[in-house]
């Protein structure tokens, strides 16, 4: 069970509100651990999320699959205002590249 508990996405950042570490799972969306240093926040929500699998299990449920495994097909379908599509479509334009191109550069730059 460790390897698939390894296999999630965790996240640790600090909280203002709680003035501490907060460790999440991003599979997990509910729970959450919150400690001193970083390195417990992680430990802590790591054993929550192995706690949870091995409860899910238990029951006969499967836990979620990890986001690091599921393949993905490179295909995102979004629905925009006209108006930010015909703005993508004149810069693109301007550009000489495809709105597709255009987007995936845009989208890009923003990470």
């Known amino acids: 069970m460790t390897e698939e508990v390894d296999r999630y996405t965790y996240?640790?950042?600090w909280s203002e509100e709680d003035e501490e570490y907060v460790g999440t799972c991003a599979e997990f969306g509910l729970l959450s651990h919150l400690d001193e240093t970083p390195e417990k926040a992680f430990a802590g929500i790591r054993d929550l999320v192995a706690f949870s699998v091995d409860?899910?299990?238990k029951e006969g449920a499967p836990g979620p699959e990890p986001l690091s495994t599921r393949r993905y097909s490179g295909t995102l379908?979004?629905?925009i205002p006209p108006e930010t599509?015909?703005?993508f479509a004149m810069d693109a334009a301007e550009a000489g590249v495809s709105m597709n191109r255009l987007v995936v550069e845009r989208l890009a730059s923003r990470r």
């Open 11 to 13: 996240r640790v950042s």
């Open 77 to 79: 379908t979004l629905r």
């Open 55 to 57: 409860d899910l299990r």
């Open 85 to 87: 599509h015909r703005a």
